[in-house]
Nanobody, 117 residues
């Protein structure tokens, strides 16, 4: 059974870069589609983008060039980088996996990020 575990700083300052890591166990990131989804307080889910087993990436139309998703097959990790964060980026961030793009079948437990000076 694939398990996803997010990790990150928890608190970042405005204008900084947020880096989150998803450590995958019980499966390989060379299989399937891996993505990040966030949920800001009081709001719905927002896709941050995804990366495919072959390395193709799919960006978020909302975040455009601010978000980058990458993978490390040696460590079996997926990484999200979000530049120039603002308080609007505060959310619970989830790592996800699916067999089909935009259909998430497995989720991590999520990691909360606060943006504050």
């Amino acid at each position: 059974q694939v398990q996803l575990q997010e990790s990150g700083p928890g608190l970042v300052k405005p204008s900084q870069t947020l880096t989150l890591t998803c450590t995958v166990s019980g499966g390989s990131i060379t299989d399937g589609f891996w993505g990040w989804i966030r949920q800001p307080p009081g709001r719905g889910l927002e896709s941050m983008g995804a990366i495919a087993y072959g390395g193709n990436t799919y960006g978020s139309p909302v975040l455009k060039s601010r978000a980058t998703i990458s993978k490390n097959t040696t460590k079996n990790e997926i990484t999200l980088q979000l530049i120039s964060v603002t308080p609007e980026d505060a959310a619970v961030y989830f790592c996800t996996r699916g067999d089909v793009l935009e259909v998430q079948s497995q989720w991590g437990q999520g990691t909360r990020v606060t943006v504050s000076s």
